[in-house]
């Protein structure tokens, strides 16, 4: 085919389907879409938390070596960590703010009594376990609140754990002492 056979079969092809105002064309099939389409997926996220037959929600929270099963349900305010008050078990200051946290930040702080068992570890992973468990159980009692609880990072596990010691090693990556001499 020579250039200007080429040319004038361009001109004379039929001209492109004109599309409406406010429809775009599926890049894909070619088929016309409406601008009105579906909104977004809904986010329904995912409850690592059970309620029982009792209405008390249950969770369970993690960290280093610490394990925490926690209970909540609506009530008074009542705190309970292994039969003692939250005062008598976290000493120091840090520790309590720390399971307080999840409780401030959803604004519900006296409107629950929440009952804890914990074990394992030292208190602090006993703090971090407790703050997950509160989180996820509270989660489970109102799930509007998993947004305002994971923009906080509450319902992040963290993995951190003890790493082991090596052969060869004297602890876990400190070597001994070199000596040129």
């Known amino acids: 085919m020579s250039e200007e056979e080429v040319v004038e079969a361009v001109e004379t092809a039929a001209p492109a389907e004109t599309l409406e105002a406010g429809s775009t064309e599926n890049l894909f099939s070619g088929a016309p879409t409406d601008a009105a389409a579906p909104a977004a997926p809904v986010f329904e996220p995912v409850l690592r938390g059970k309620l029982d037959k009792f209405g008390v929600a249950m969770g369970t929270g993690r960290r280093k070596t610490s394990v925490a099963r926690v209970r909540i349900k609506p009530g008074t305010g009542l705190f309970s960590i292994n039969g003692r008050t939250l005062e008598d078990f976290c000493c120091v200051e840090k520790h309590r703010e720390t399971v307080m946290a999840p409780l401030k930040a959803a604004d519900v702080v ?62 876990a990556r400190r070597s001994f002492q070199f000596s040129k001499r």
Do not use: C
Not at 140 to 152: A, C, R, T, Y
């Open 110 to 171: 006296g409107k629950y009594d929440i009952w804890v068992r914990v074990e394992g570890g030292g208190i602090t992973g006993q703090a971090g376990a407790m703050l997950l468990g509160i989180s996820r159980a509270l989660e489970v009692l109102n799930p509007s609140l998993h947004h305002m609880l994971s923009d906080g990072g509450f319902l992040t596990r963290d993995g951190r754990k003890v790493e082991r010691k090596k052969y060869g090693f004297k602890k």
